[in-house]
C-alpha cells in the first residue's frame, strides 16, 4: 500500500554524484600514530578531561567526562599514552584551535571491559538513557546534539511517531547509504532501542528514492513481526528533504512551529547512523569512537566511505582516497551545499565529520556577485517558507532589530536561495553573519547589564562604608563625652587594657594558626614545647608588656 | 468690535482653564526615558564621555545637556541606537573623547610586580579587581569592562591592556564585501 | 447613510489629503523613516483632526456664526487647534514616553499641519453638519494615516536598497511620494466632488 506523501515548500533537484563513492564497500581507515579528541564535539558544554598527561588509555575509555545535562563524554578512540591536554586545531569555519586530548597511539589497539546490556526491554527507559548518554552518543547527521536528551519526552508528551532519517539529500554523501546497504539490522535494532526508551507509537525509516539498494536490503532485513509498526518509506528526491523539519512536513504533512522542537507535535527524528551507535553501545558495550566518513570529490582518485576513528588527521583520509593535491584549491567538511573548507588539512576528524569533499579547480565553486535584481527565486526555494530577499537587504544594512522580524532563526542555512541567486550573491554567508552578530549583541548587553548592576553595588558599597564610619566616629565622640563627665581617665584606660587584649588574643591566634604541629613526631613536639616554656620565661622574666 | 474681543477672550480663557486641568491630570512624574537612553549605553563606566559613569551620561542626554556622541566604548553602534530611540540624526564619533576600540580589551595584572596596595581596587567602578592588602592582587577577567581606570593609580604600573581572547563560542563570521562598484567580465569568469 | 460613507471613501481615498489634496506634507515627510513612529504619529493626527473638526464646527456654529464674526474663524480654528494639540501633547507624553520623545518637534507641529486647519475651513465651506463635520475630519485623518504608513513601509525597504548616489536620501523619497500620487489619481470619478 503506498503511504501517502506531501511535499514541502521550495526545494531543489540536485545532481546526486552519490556513485562516485559507491564503488567500493566501506573499509576500515589506516590507524593514525596520533589520535586528537576535542573536547567540545557536541550541542551544549565542553566534556573536562578526567586523565592526566602521561596515563595510559585503552580503547573505549572514558578520558572525559560530561560536565552539564547538555553535554557529552568522550572516550580514547585506540589505546595509547596521553601525551598532552592543550589547544589544537578542530574543524571549526573559523580555523581556531579549541582544548583537545592527544593520544599517541601504541598500536596495540586494545579495548577496555565492554558491558553490554543484556536485557534492555527490562530495563527502565531511563536507565537506558543513561546507558546511551555515558557511551557518547551524539546526533550523526552532522548537528551533534547529545541523542539521550532526544529520547526523553518528558513526562507529559507522548510520541506517536519515531523517524530515522536515512534521507542523506545532500550530494556527495554517502556514508548513511552505505551504512544502510550494510548493516542493516544494527540500524533496525537501534530504532527499536530507541522506540523503548521513547514509548513511540509508529516508527519510520525514511530513505530518498534514489537509494534503491538500501531499501531493498533495509526492507529484506526487516522481520515479519517488526513490519507491523516500523515502516520503511521511499521519500522524493528532492534537498533538502533531510532537514529535520522537511522531513516531518512530507511524511506527515504536519509543520514543526516556529521556534519549536518536533517533540511538540509528538514526533522525534534521529540519524540511521545515530540509532546504529545506539545499538552498538547497548548490545556490545561499545562507546562512540568510530565512524563511517565518505571520503568523496573529483580530485581524488579513489573516492569511497572509510571507517575511521574519531580523532584521525583529515589528511590522512584524503591520502586513503589519493588525493590530487595540487588540483585542489580547498577541502570542505561536510557537502558541496553545507559544507565549510577547512584551513588546516591536519585537524581530527570529530563525530559530526561526515564527509570530506575535494574538488578539482577546473570545477567553478564561485562566480563573483552582482547587484540582487530582486527576482524573487530565492523565495521560491527556501525550505522554510522565509524570505530570503529580505533577510539579504537586511542583513547587508546591518539592520539586525527588523531582520529577526522576518524569522532569521528559523532559516537552517540549506544554500538553496544562494544556489539558484542569478545574481550569485552569497546569501548564507549573509544569514550566518547576522546571526553571529546578533548573538554578540546580546552577548555584548548581557555583559553591560551585569556591569551596571557591579557598579551599583560598588556605589552602594561606598555608601555603606562612609556611612559605618560616620557611625564609628559618632559613637565613639559619644563616648568620650560620656567618659569625660564621668572622670575621664578611668574610661580612657579601660579602652586602653581592652584594645592591649585585643592585640594580644590576636597575636595567641596568630601563632597557634602558625604553630603547624599535625605532622610532627612525639619527640619533636615535646622539643617545641620545651623551648616555648623557655621563651614564655625569659619573657616573663624581662620588661612587662613587651611586645616582639 | 466689542463682541470679537469678548468672544475671543473668552474662548483663549475656557481653553486655558481646559488646558491648566489637564497638565496637572496628566503630570509625569520622572523621566523613563533616562532608563533607556542607559540600557543602550556599554556601561563600561569609564568616564571618557565626561560624566562620571554611564547614568549621569544618559541623565544628561535625557536633558539635552549633552550629545548622543561622546562614547568612546560604545562606538558607532551606540550612536546609531541613541539616534534611532531618539530621533535625531546619527552624528560621528566626538574625536576629543577618545578613540572607539576596534577589539574590545581588559586588564591584567602582572604578579611579579604587584605590592598589594589595593589603589587599583579602590578606582575599578564595578569592583572586578580581587585582592586585599598586602596580599595578590587579581583581575577577574570576565566583570572587567575595559575602562582602564586602574592603570593610572597603580603606583608599580604592573597592570597591562590586553585584547579578549576569542574563542570558538564568541567567534563571528566576517560581514560578506562584494565590490559591486567592480564591472565583472563575466565571459572571462567563466572561461 | 450613504452620504457618510461617500464622505469617508472621498476623503480617504478619491480626495486623500496628502496625495491629491498636497496638504500636510511636513509630517508626511518628516516622520515616514520608521514604521512604528508613523504609526504613532497616525493615531495622534487621527485624535487631533477628529477632535479640532467637531471643536471648530461646534465654536463656527454657536459662537461664530450668530454673533457675525465669520471673519474670526481662521483665529478661532487655529486657537482651538493649538488647545487639542496641546492636550494630546500631554496624554502621549503621559501615555507613551518614547513616542513623545521620537515624535519629538512632530508632535507640537501637527498645529501647524495645513491639513488639521484645512479640514476645519473646508467643512465650514461646504457648510457640512455635525456628524458629517466628525466624519469628514475622522476620513481625512485615516487618509492622512494610510498614506504615512505606506509611505514609511516603502522608504524603509528603499533605505536599505542600492539606491544610486545622487537620489539618496530625500530625493528618493520624494519621487515615491510622487509616484504614490499618480497611483491614487487613480481613484478619481469613483466619487463624484
Redesign the interface.
Known amino acids: 500500500m503506498r503511504r501517502r506523501l506531501w511535499h514541502f515548500h521550495g526545494g531543489l533537484h540536485l545532481e546526486g554524484h552519490k556513485d562516485l563513492s559507491m564503488h567500493e564497500p566501506v573499509a576500515a581507515a589506516p590507524l593514525p600514530a596520533r589520535i586528537v579528541l576535542p573536547l567540545?564535539q557536541h550541542i551544549g558544554a565542553p566534556a573536562e578531561p578526567e586523565v592526566k598527561v602521561g596515563e595510559k588509555v585503552r580503547k573505549g575509555q572514558r578520558i572525559a567526562r560530561a560536565t552539564e545535562y547538555v553535554s557529552a563524554p568522550i572516550h580514547a578512540s585506540t589505546s595509547g599514552t596521553v601525551v598532552a591536554i592543550e589547544e589544537q586545531p578542530?574543524p571549526?569555519?573559523?580555523g581556531?584551535s579549541?582544548p583537545c586530548i592527544v593520544i599517541e597511539a601504541d598500536g596495540q589497539d586494545e579495548w577496555i571491559e565492554r558491558q553490554p546490556v543484556a536485557d534492555y526491554e527490562n530495563l527502565d527507559p531511563s536507565a537506558l538513557r543513561n546507558v546511551i548518554r555515558e557511551a557518547g552518543i551524539v546526533g550523526l547527521g552532522g548537528a551533534g546534539f547529545p541523542s539521550f536528551i532526544k529520547l526523553n519526552p518528558g513526562p507529559d508528551k507522548v510520541v506517536d511517531l519515531l523517524i530515522l532519517n536515512g534521507a542523506e539529500c545532500e550530494p556527495y554523501i554517502t556514508c548513511d547509504a552505505m551504512l544502510m546497504q550494510e548493516h542493516p539490522r544494527r540500524i533496525i535494532d537501534g530504532l527499536l532501542i530507541m522506540r523503548h526508551a521513547l514509548r513511540a507509537k509508529r516508527c519510520i525509516i525514511a530513505i530518498e528514492d534514489n537509494k534503491k539498494v538500501a531499501h531493498t536490503v533495509l526492507v529484506n532485513a526487516l522481520q515479519e513481526h517488526e513490519a507491523e509498526f516500523i515502516e520503511i518509506v521511499q521519500v522524493p528526491t528532492v534537498y533538502p528533504t533531510g532537514g529535520e523539519k522537511q522531513l516531518i512536513k512530507v511524511l506527515t504533512g504536519k509543520e514543526v512551529p516556529s521556534n519549536g522542537l518536533p517533540i511538540d507535535i509528538g514526533m522525534v527524528c534521529h540519524n540511521v547512523a545515530t540509532a546504529a551507535a545506539v545499538h552498538d553501545a547497548i548490545a556490545e558495550g561499545t562507546p562512540l569512537i568510530e565512524r563511517i566518513v565518505t571520503v568523496t570529490g573529483e580530485a581524488l582518485d579513489r573516492p569511497r566511505n572509510l571507517t575511521v576513528r574519531i580523532g584521525t588527521p583529515f589528511s590522512l583520509l584524503l591520502e586513503a582516497g589519493q588525493w590530487r593535491e595540487t588540483d585542489t584549491d580547498e577541502v570542505l567538511m561536510g557537502g558541496p551545499m553545507m559544507g565549510f573548507a577547512v584551513p588546516d588539512l591536519d585537524v581530527p576528524v570529530v563525530k559530526t565529520t561526515n564527509c570530506l569533499l575535494a574538488r578539482p579547480r577546473s570545477q567553478?565553486h564561485r562566480?563573483?556577485?552582482?547587484?540582487?535584481i530582486r527576482c524573487g527565486q530565492c523565495a521560491r526555494v527556501c525550505p522554510a517558507q522565509l524570505l530570503p530577499q529580505q533577510l539579504y537587504?537586511?542583513a547587508?544594512?546591518?539592520?539586525f532589530d527588523?531582520i529577526q522580524d522576518y524569522h532569521l532563526f528559523d532559516c537552517i542555512e540549506c544554500g538553496c536561495c544562494a544556489y539558484v541567486c542569478p545574481s550569485h550573491?552569497?546569501l548564507v554567508?549573509?544569514y550566518?553573519?547576522a546571526?553571529?552578530?546578533i548573538w554578540?549583541q546580546e552577548?555584548?548587553k548581557q555583559?553591560?547589564?551585569?556591569?551596571?548592576q557591579?557598579?551599583e553595588?560598588?556605589l552602594e558599597?561606598l555608601e555603606r562604608r562612609k556611612r559605618e564610619e560616620e557611625e564609628r566616629r559618632r559613637r565613639k565622640k559619644e563616648l568620650l563625652k560620656k567618659s569625660k563627665a564621668a572622670g575621664g581617665d578611668a574610661a580612657k584606660k579601660a579602652e586602653i587594657e581592652a584594645a592591649l587584649a585585643r592585640v594580644k588574643a590576636k597575636k595567641a591566634s596568630r601563632q597557634a594558626a602558625r604553630a603547624n604541629t599535625e605532622n610532627l613526631t612525639d619527640a619533636q613536639k615535646q622539643a617545641i614545647a620545651a623551648v616555648e616554656a623557655r621563651r614564655q620565661r625569659l619573657q616573663k622574666g624581662g620588661d612587662s608588656g613587651d611586645s616582639q | 468690535m466689542l463682541t470679537a474681543i469678548l468672544v475671543l477672550t473668552v474662548l483663549a480663557l475656557l481653553f486655558g482653564l481646559l488646558l491648566g486641568y489637564a497638565s496637572v491630570r496628566y503630570k509625569v512624574e520622572g523621566d523613563p526615558i533616562v532608563d533607556q537612553i542607559d540600557a543602550i549605553l556599554p556601561q563600561t563606566q569609564c568616564g571618557q564621555c565626561g560624566y562620571p559613569g554611564c547614568r549621569p551620561y544618559a541623565e544628561a542626554i535625557a536633558k539635552g545637556e549633552a550629545e548622543i556622541n561622546r562614547c568612546p566604548p560604545g562606538g558607532e553602534t551606540v550612536i546609531v541606537q541613541l539616534a534611532d530611540l531618539l530621533g535625531r540624526e546619527p552624528i560621528p564619533l566626538d574625536a576629543e573623547r577618545g578613540e572607539a576600540k576596534d577589539t574590545p580589551t581588559v586588564v591584567e595584572i602582572d604578579e611579579n610586580l604587584c605590592i598589594g596596595c589595593t589603589l587599583c581596587i579602590q578606582a575599578c567602578p564595578v569592583d572586578a579587581i580581587l585582592g586585599a592588602p598586602k596580599q595578590m592582587h587579581t583581575i577577574l577577567k570576565a566583570e572587567c569592562t575595559g575602562c582602564n581606570l586602574c592603570i593610572p593609580p597603580c603606583p608599580v604600573d604592573c597592570i597591562r591592556i590586553v585584547p579578549v581572547e576569542e574563542d570558538i563560542s564568541t567567534w563571528r563570521w566576517p560581514e560578506p564585501k562584494i565590490d559591486l562598484e567592480q564591472p565583472v567580465d563575466v565571459a572571462e569568469e567563466t572561461a | 447613510m450613504t452620504d457618510y460613507l461617500l464622505i469617508l471613501v472621498s476623503t480617504i481615498l478619491v480626495n486623500n489629503f496628502v496625495l491629491v489634496k498636497f496638504l500636510g506634507l511636513c509630517p508626511f515627510m518628516g516622520v515616514s523613516r520608521k514604521l512604528e513612529t508613523a504609526t504613532g504619529m497616525g493615531l495622534a493626527t487621527t485624535f487631533v483632526l477628529t477632535l479640532s473638526a467637531v471643536c471648530s464646527y461646534l465654536v463656527d456654529e454657536y459662537l461664530l456664526a450668530p454673533l457675525g464674526l465669520e471673519y474670526l474663524r481662521t483665529i478661532a480654528f487655529i486657537l482651538v487647534i493649538a488647545v487639542v494639540v496641546q492636550f494630546t501633547e500631554m496624554v502621549v507624553h503621559k501615555t507613551s514616553p518614547l513616542l513623545y520623545q521620537v515624535l519629538g518637534i512632530f508632535l507640537p507641529l501637527i498645529t501647524t499641519n495645513c491639513a488639521v486647519l484645512g479640514v476645519a475651513l473646508l467643512n465650514v465651506q461646504t457648510e457640512h453638519g455635525f456628524v458629517e463635520s466628525a466624519l469628514y475630519g475622522f476620513g481625512a485623518a485615516v487618509g492622512f494615516s494610510l498614506v504615512l504608513v505606506l509611505f514609511a513601509a516603502i522608504r524603509e525597504r528603499v533605505n536599505v536598497a542600492d539606491v544610486p548616489e545622487p537620489f539618496r536620501g530625500p530625493s528618493i523619497a520624494l519621487i515615491t511620494a510622487g509616484l504614490m500620487s499618480i497611483a491614487f489619481m487613480g481613484f478619481a470619478g469613483l466619487v463624484k466632488g
Open positions: 567540545a578542530v571549526h569555519p573559523s581556531l579549541a567553478p562566480q563573483p556577485a552582482m547587484p540582487c537587504w537586511y547587508h544594512a546591518r539592520n527588523r550573491i552569497p554567508q549573509y550566518r553573519f546571526k553571529t552578530e554578540a552577548r555584548q555583559k553591560a547589564d551585569r556591569a551596571r557591579r557598579h553595588w560598588h558599597r
